[in-house]
């Protein structure tokens, strides 16, 4: 991997981690709401999953592989 390739991959571990936390705010928001839409709570959900995948997928193309 290229340096190049690394700093990309950092810059977009940067962007996702802040989409990360800004979803759990916004789902912190929804749940103190008095009537949350459920259907727009799960879809919060979902695609915060999905960038804990993609977050933990890139830490992993990142950190070296150090065989023990």
């Known amino acids: 991997m290229t340096n190049e390739d690394e700093r990309e991959l950092e810059a977009e571990l940067t962007r996702l981690q802040q989409e990360h936390r ?3 705010a ?3 928001a929804l749940h103190q709401s008095p009537a949350p839409d459920l259907l727009r709570l799960q879809r919060l959900k979902k695609r ?3 960038l804990r995948d993609r977050i933990a997928f890139i830490e ?7 065989i023990a």
Do not use: E, F, N, S
């Open 60 to 66: 992993d193309q990142i950190t070296p592989d150090i």
């Open 48 to 50: 915060k999953l999905l």
């Open 22 to 24: 800004d979803l759990d």
């Open 26 to 28: 916004a789902i912190d």
